[in-house]
C-alpha cells in the first residue's frame, strides 16, 4: 500500500474536511483512531487498513504530520477547518524561515506574511527546509528570514507544530527579510 497516499488522505480528513469523514476534532485537533478507521473502511482502497498502517504512514513520512498519542490522531498543522485549532504557545530560535514565490513578494511586503487559507503562517526551523516548501510553489523560491525575538516582542504569538515547522499569526512585513543568495553560500 501507498503509505504516501494514505498521509495525503489523512491530513486532508485531519486539516480540512472531518466532517466528510463523521469525524469531530477537539479543540487540540485530536480525533479518535477508532473513527478515523471506521470511515476508510468504507472506502475500497482504504477497507483493510489498520491501527499499525497509521503507525507505518507516520513513521515512514519524512515530514511529521501526525502524531498518535493513545487512541488519538491529530495532525501537527495544516489546518483550515472553520474552528480555530489551538496551539501551544511558545518560544521559538531567533529566526525562522519561510520559503515562497517571488510573485507574493509585493502583496507580502504589504501586509505581512498572513496564513491565507490555513490557520496560522508556517515557518521553518531552518532555511534547507523553507526552501522546500518554497520549492513546491516556485523553482527558485525566496527566503524569508523571521525576526521573532521583535515580533515577538510586538505582540505576535509563535506556536509548536513540529520539531521543524512553527506556526505564527499574522507576521507584518518589518519583521521579515528577504534572504539574499549569498547569505545562503
Ligand atoms: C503565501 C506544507 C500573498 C505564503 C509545507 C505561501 C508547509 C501570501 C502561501 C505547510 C501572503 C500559502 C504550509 C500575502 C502569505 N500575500 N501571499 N500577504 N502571506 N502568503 O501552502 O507555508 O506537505 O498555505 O508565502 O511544507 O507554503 O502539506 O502555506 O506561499 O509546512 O505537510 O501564501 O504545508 O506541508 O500557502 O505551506 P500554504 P505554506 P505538507
Redesign the pocket.
Known amino acids: 500500500m501507498s503509505y504516501t497516499k494514505l498521509s495525503k488522505e489523512v491530513?486532508y480528513a485531519l486539516r480540512h474536511a472531518p466532517w466528510e469523514y463523521e469525524l469531530e476534532l477537539d479543540k487540540n485537533g485530536w480525533v479518535s483512531i477508532d473513527q478515523l478507521l471506521q470511515a476508510l473502511h468504507q472506502t475500497t482502497e482504504w477497507k483493510y487498513i489498520e491501527f499499525s498502517d497509521l503507525k507505518m504512514m507516520i513513521d515512514n513520512s519524512e515530514?511529521k504530520?501526525h502524531e498518535i498519542e493513545g487512541s488519538s490522531i491529530r495532525a501537527l498543522?495544516?489546518h483550515s477547518v472553520p474552528m480555530q485549532i489551538v496551539k501551544e504557545a511558545a518560544i521559538p530560535p531567533k529566526f525562522l524561515y519561510?520559503?515562497?514565490?517571488h510573485n507574493?513578494l509585493p502583496?507580502?511586503e504589504?501586509?505581512?506574511?498572513?496564513?491565507?487559507?490555513?490557520q496560522y503562517?508556517?515557518?521553518?526551523e531552518d532555511i534547507e527546509?523553507a526552501s522546500?516548501?518554497?520549492k513546491?510553489?516556485d523553482r527558485n523560491p525566496i527566503i524569508l528570514v523571521i525576526d521573532t525575538e521583535n515580533a515577538r516582542a510586538k505582540g505576535t504569538n509563535f506556536y509548536l507544530?513540529n520539531e521543524k515547522?512553527w506556526l505564527a499569526d499574522n507576521i507584518p512585513s518589518k519583521f521579515l527579510e528577504v534572504l539574499k543568495n549569498e547569505d545562503t553560500l
Open positions: 491530513s515530514k504530520r498543522y495544516g519561510h520559503g515562497t514565490a507574493f502583496s507580502i504589504k501586509s505581512g506574511l498572513s496564513p491565507m487559507s490555513r503562517v508556517h515557518l521553518s527546509t522546500l516548501v518554497g513546491r510553489k507544530g515547522v
